[in-house]
């Protein structure tokens, strides 16, 4: 079976003084997750303090390349499928995402993935992934 990708609505992504740092950086093409000033782990989703070991924490950029740990093709949720997925980065940190621009049926954990940035409905770029080309 085929399922080929098909962008859909994405809805508006949260904006505030916590956030706009992330969508600056995405929209400038660059995938940042927050590093920790005290211990230096690197922590997905952001917060504010470490939750390793309550230190601060700052924006940095990773490099955005990872593998799928885990994937589903939803198909009762909308109209168009789409292809959840944990993706966990060469930094080794991992990600609740969408894998997209291929067929959602040849997706297989362990396939090597890399960020891609698609447009929510209020223009902020949403990272999601997309398999490399072998
Ligand atoms: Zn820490």
Not at 45 to 62: A, K
Not at 72 to 81: D, E, F, H, L, M
Not at 85 to 99: K, P, S
């Amino acid at each position: 079976m085929t399922t080929m990708y098909q962008d859909r609505a994405l809805g508006a992504a949260v904006h505030d003084s916590a956030t706009e740092p992330f969508f600056a950086a995405t929209a400038a093409g660059s995938l940042q997750v927050k590093a920790c000033g005290g211990c230096g782990k690197l922590h997905w989703y952001p917060r504010p303090l470490c939750p390793y070991c309550l230190g601060d924490t700052d924006w940095r950029s990773v490099s955005g390349k990872g593998e799928i740990y885990s994937v589903s093709v939803t198909r009762r949720a909308g109209p168009i499928p789409y292809a959840i997925a944990y993706v966990r980065l060469d930094e080794g940190i991992t990600m609740l995402t969408n894998i997209v621009d291929c067929d959602l049926d040849a997706l297989r954990i362990g396939q090597r993935v890399h960020v891609v940035f698609k447009p929510a409905d209020d223009g902020a770029m949403i990272p999601m992934f997309a398999p490399d080309q072998d």
